[in-house]
Nanobody
């Protein structure tokens, strides 16, 4: 069982930056593939980024590639999402998720545990 708590959301102007954090409970954090998803009002939850258990491999949605960076610190049981050059269309609730498998995944149903989400609002 893993409990995930996101933080770091807020209101930022277009072109600005935010760093989201997701703290995980338990001593097995390094055995989980981690991901970030987001959900805008009236839309389905969509994949943003994922990172392998060691942190050596990452993968991004095309919409955020080159602007967002996912990273993790297994010693701190934390995964991060650095978001730069933010756009109004990045406005959403951002969720972190954990997957008890070997390979990174981009599909919501492949993740086992979810945080409660943190709101990111980008003003134009």
């Amino acid at each position: 069982q893993v409990q995930l708590v996101e933080s770091g959301g807020g209101l930022v102007q277009a072109g600005g930056s935010l760093r989201l954090s997701c703290a995980a409970s338990g001593r097995t954090f390094s055995t989980y593939v981690m991901g970030w998803f987001r959900q805008a009002p009236g839309k389905e939850r969509e994949f943003v980024a994922t990172i392998s258990r060691s942190g050596a491999s990452t993968f991004y949605a095309d919409s955020v590639k080159g602007r967002f960076t996912i990273s993790r610190d297994n010693a701190k049981n934390t995964v991060y999402l650095q978001m730069n050059s933010l756009k109004p269309e990045d406005t959403a609730v951002y969720y972190c998720a954990a997957r008890g498998g070997t390979f990174a995944a981009t599909v919501r149903g492949q993740y086992d545990y979810w945080g409660q989400g943190t709101q990111v609002t980008v003003s134009s």
